[in-house]
């Protein structure tokens, strides 16, 4: 079975066009996350969700919009592609029961959407 | 602000050689600590973590890690590597009570057969 699994796995668009990116995980956890890796393997959080509100959100272009419609899912939606958001996409997820300093919980990674945008 | 620093970038050792991979992180709080590896073409898997108790942590596949406090690492080992070992090596750190995970850089490690 699989635990955090993300369509499609493969997304190549032109520029300008308007995209989505599907998380979904089986494993009860209640937060979420989105990671843009570059083409230098750089791993960089943008969004998170918890409880389906938003509680990390870098700084990342408004034109890209989270959106969670329960605890199993979030979803990316990219308006106006630009050549520079290609990358990989990954989806990851956690479980945090109670916010204690120090106390945290591993995050599971998806697959990766690979976005080429010509 | 946080950050984590994998002064590795790319390592090559021919198989049965032992590995360390440097990892250090500026935060002076209570951290969470972890490895992950990405293997050609995969996703980013957990190695080992460390939260609290002993230093040295065991993980998956023969890989052990130490966290020194005094000197904020967390330094990835195996004595003795494998050419499926070829793979991304990517050190996270967790501060505090932050939801966020700060990841490294990258140590691209090519095992010679």
């Known amino acids: 079975d699989t635990a955090v699994s993300q369509t499609p796995k493969y997304l190549v668009t032109q520029m300008g066009n308007d995209k989505s990116i599907k998380c979904e995980q089986n494993?009860?956890?209640?937060?979420m996350y989105w990671y843009k890796q570059d083409s230098k393997k750089f791993l960089k959080i943008m969004f998170s969700?918890?409880?389906?509100?938003?509680?990390i959100n870098e700084t990342v272009p408004n034109r890209f919009s989270p959106k969670s419609p329960d605890k199993a899912h979030l979803n990316l939606h990219i308006n106006s592609l630009e050549l520079g958001d290609s990358a990989v996409y990954f989806c990851?997820?956690?479980?945090?029961?109670?916010?204690?300093?120090?106390?945290?919980?591993?995050?599971?990674f998806g697959p990766g959407t690979r976005l080429t945008v010509l | 602000a946080q950050s984590v620093s994998q002064h590795n970038h790319h390592v090559i050792l021919s198989e049965a050689a032992s590995l360390e991979l440097g990892c250090n992180y500026s935060y002076g709080g209570t951290v969470n600590l972890f490895w992950y590896v990405q293997y050609p073409g995969q996703h980013l898997q957990l190695l080992l973590k460390?939260?609290?108790?002993?230093?040295l942590v065991k993980g998956i596949k023969g890989f052990e890690a130490e966290f020194i406090k005094s000197k904020f690492s967390f330094n990835l080992r195996k004595p003795s590597v494998q050419w499926s070992d070829t793979a991304e090596y990517f050190c996270?750190?967790?501060?505090?009570?932050?939801?966020?995970?700060?990841f490294g850089s990258g140590t691209r490690l090519l095992v010679r057969p």
């Open positions: 990851a997820s956690s479980h945090h029961q109670q916010r204690v300093a120090g106390t945290t919980d591993t995050q599971y």
């Open positions: 494993l009860g956890h209640d937060t």
């Open positions: 996270a750190v967790n501060a505090g009570s932050s939801y966020k995970l700060i």
């Open positions: 460390y939260f609290s108790g002993d230093p």
């Open positions: 969700y918890n409880n389906k509100e938003l509680i």
